[in-house]
């Protein structure tokens, strides 16, 4: 049973490009969620996602900033515009349907992004 | 002002040796509070959850406690060894879910 799968690993754009940051969820889990670790700082939550719905995307910066879980594929974080603040690891989390107060979430290994 | 307070900020201390890390908290309504370790480069990893009619919660060498009225937990590492070298997240959950992640402690084990 493969765990949550992110790619790439590192991803180095310049800045005004589109970065597009893929997760894909352990099997059984339907829920996604995107959090962002700038350096030296700790996790901060982006969005909530399950299946074609976003539940909550508090923590989501209002421009430039998107995501997706569609029904088919992996989920997809879209940063469009990128700037030098924009690099940090983004990191993909998923739970079973229910999070219950006893269920964790596992984390993906994150994506590097490297904006020059 | 983060809901979530984590302390030290960082930690030094010897192999073999034990330590204790801090988490406050002001997340209401409390639902459940998770401790993650993170070691350089890699996603978070969890060591316990605990509800809020749990005050204390056991895995190997990690032993978390909580209290819930003063709205404190602490996870006490045991006889540390140089693999407990990474970043320890303190999560706090409500009842809606909504997760506040502590800034974290970065904790160095040396030979």
């Known amino acids: 049973n493969a765990g949550v799968m992110q790619n790439p690993r590192h991803l180095v754009r310049r800045r005004g490009q589109e970065a597009r940051l893929r997760c894909s969820p352990m099997k059984g889990h339907s829920h996604v969620y995107w959090y962002r670790q700038l350096p030296e700082e700790g996790l901060k939550f982006m969005v909530y996602l399950q299946k074609e719905n976003i539940i909550d995307e508090s923590g989501m910066p209002k421009e430039r900033f998107s995501a997706e879980f569609p029904k088919e594929g992996p989920s997809i974080l879209r940063i469009q515009q990128v700037v030098r603040g924009d690099s940090a690891a983004y990191f993909c989390?998923?739970?079973?349907?229910?999070?219950?107060?006893?269920?964790?979430?596992?984390f993906g290994p994150g994506t590097r992004l490297t904006v020059l | 002002k983060n809901q979530v307070e984590q302390s030290p900020q960082s930690l030094i201390i010897l192999e073999g040796k034990n330590c204790t890390l801090q988490c406050n908290y002001t997340v209401s309504p409390f639902s459940n509070l998770r401790w993650y370790k993170q070691d350089t480069g890699r996603g978070p990893v969890s060591l316990t959850i605990m509800t809020f009619s749990e005050n204390t919660k056991s895995n190997g060498r990690y032993t978390a406690t909580l209290d819930a009225d003063t709205k404190q937990s602490s996870l006490h590492i045991t006889a540390s060894q140089l693999s407990d070298s990474a970043s320890y997240i303190c999560v706090v959950s409500a009842w809606n879910n909504d997760m506040r992640f502590g800034a974290g402690t970065r904790l160095t084990v040396k030979p």
């Open positions: 989390a998923s739970s079973p349907p229910r999070l219950a107060s006893t269920d964790t979430q596992y």
